[in-house]
């Protein structure tokens, strides 16, 4: 992660040069043009199945399952969880972990990770005892650290932990998947329950793993995009006044519809341009595929960032400037070059729900809590590892009396 910055500074100086698309070694090519990136992943993972884990070929589970199917399972939780009910639960979980939190000097990056993170868990697996919760915690703490460390350790006994911490994590999930299947536990409205009734066609190693990536998925980006909100609110003040006026007039069973917020909408939007997580995808290339310019064999490796697509000046007006207001006229014509949940058929399956919550993220801030923003000896700013990461931004929550 280290390597980050220079990287993507030499990319960018490369671009300038070279255009869109350019050779980075032999077998890795960078893709910047959004559309051509989109065309080439739509090929590569057009029929992409699900790797058979080990468990399951000793079993003689052979079959192949497609990610699709495990997506298709999921559409219908995900509806619902972006539904007013969940969303209000999901606001109230956010509540309650900066409750916790409210009123001590705090590294506002970490509170983001913290609330965004850990209010997600029960959407993914719900229903734990608290040992198991504790530990399904544990792995997410650990992933949201590490990809948000600057400067990482890589010693062999972090590496040996982080990998315990995960093998102990996937043995909660199997034993809640088990449990589920036979009976001895209830069925709940998460993202694992789906995967109960595909256990037949899927098997066990295979839906492990899919609960487990979920579990990745949610261990630090939607905290890092949420901790760059924060230094959007700090850095731009008359936007938070904006966000203060429009949300006090939207009462917490209404963030479900994103139409009911439009300037915070925007606000968000904007933010997940300037910061979405991660800021380089490698892909590999699963078959040869043929989208000119691009020729690639199969093995060799694409390059797309979303962090310099979303500053290319051939789609962006002033890219490097936050602006809101951009988001009032924006083209369809454009909208390939927005890319803050990644690249289809891979796009997030929660992309939906991420919005949300950000959104709920911001209410919480403007109207149940204010923050006393600490002054430091230096300024905050973002700093690129593997995901955008605001540093020096400290600050007390505090709840707002009401009346």
Known sequence: MTQTPDRLRELRRRRAIEGNIFRISPDTIAVFDADIAARINAINFRDQEVPDPIGDLLAGRREPVSWKQIRAAWGPVLR?????????ALYERMDALLAQRAGAQLDLAQLAQEVCTYSLLP???????DVDDARIRRDVTFGFTDLATLQPKHSRWSRLRTTATEIRAGFVVRAEL???????????ADLTDPLVDLLPTVGYGRAVDAVTALLTAIAGPPGAIGACLLFAMHRHREWTEHLQAELAQVPQTGLHA???TPITTRFVKEALRMWSPPLLLARTARISISVPPVELSAGQTYVVSPHLIHRDPARWERPEQFDPQRWLARSPGLSAGYLPFGLPPKTCPGAALGTVQLIALCHLLCTRYRIDWADSARPPEIALGAVA????????????TRT
Request: aromatic share 2%.
């Open 80 to 88: 619902r969880l972006t539904g007013a009910e969940a969303v209000t």
């Open 123 to 129: 959407i993914v697996i719900d229903g734990l005892s």
């Open 178 to 188: 088990r449990g589920r299947a036979r009976g001895r536990r209830d069925r709940r």
């Open 258 to 260: 994103p139409a009911a």
């Open 389 to 400: 990461v605001p540093v020096n931004l400290f600050g007390t929550v505090r709840p707002v």
